[in-house]
């Protein structure tokens, strides 16, 4: 155990992790830890935190305030949860050639970055608050799920040869895109509630996406499709107020010729969205749409389709 009052057996957290064992639980009581934190060369490792309003990990010197793997080294079969983790130089969170990481019940106040990592697990947790991008992988493979991701410059950014799958998120106050995915990077969206950001989804270099079952509204734009990049959507429902399909351009130009045949141009009706609140009304269109209870990351307020 870890606690800054000295009631546990370390007073610092990466002392622990340097004493540890693979397969061995971490657990850290409340506090603010002021230092620079490193996994690697770890298996099976599990650090839990008392909670995100309890624990919080500020960084010291370096750029990014955890670090899990190293190259060359790496880390596997990490979970990390009950903790907040906030920037330090730009960064908050960066995984690096690690393998098999869960992030379960985390706040990331900054950036996460990974780069050459597979099998990344980011769930129920919020990230928000970076002056670049929220979530962002390079030639890397993760799922988020249920994620409430805000308040970035860009809200997600699919990079390199990533496989990425975003499935019931919230993504929102973006300065420009809520979601990005470029170069050579497969991206799977299914039922994303991506609302109130500078732009949707942009679609670039010779990217390939399925795109199905979201929410892309209240934006200045929905999906922008670049000329290599293939996006093949179905049964999403698009709420913009300067266009909801376009190709890349300067400024984009409308495609409504892209728009799939399924997909659908009309307000999704939450219950407040000046206050944030994305939940769908009761007298929602959005339910029992092609397979979907209802379209989007959140149920109607009644809680049943």
Known sequence: MVALDGSGQFQSIQEAIDQSSDGDTIRIKAGAYAEDVTIHSKEGLRLIGDGVDQVTILGLRRVGSFHIGK???????????????HEHGGLALGIFN????TLRNVRIKGQLFGQEVQGVQIENSVIGGSETTGVSFVDSQAVLVRNLIHDNDHGVKVAGKSHVRLD????????????VVTDEAQAVLVSNTIVKNGGGVAFLGHSRSE??????GLNKVGFVIGPSSRALTSYN??????????????????APDL?????????PRF????????RLRTDTPLTRIG???????????????
Not at 98 to 101: D, L, P, Q, S, V
């Open 71 to 85: 190259w060359p080294y790496g880390a596997t079969d990490i979970e990390i949860s009950g903790l907040t983790i």
């Open 98 to 101: 690690g393998r098999a990481i």
């Open 168 to 179: 019931h998120n919230v993504i929102t106050r973006s300065l420009f895109e809520g979601v």
């Open 211 to 216: 795109v199905s079952g979201n929410i892309v």
């Open 237 to 254: 429902a698009l709420y913009n107020s300067e266009g909801n399909f376009l190709k890349t351009g300067s400024p984009p130009l409308p």
């Open 259 to 267: 728009k799939a045949d399924s997909d659908l141009i009309l307000d």
């Open 271 to 278: 219950v407040d969205p000046g206050l944030y609140d994305f």
């Open 291 to 305: 397979g979907f209870a209802f379209l989007g990351a959140l149920p109607p307020i009644d809680g049943s389709p």
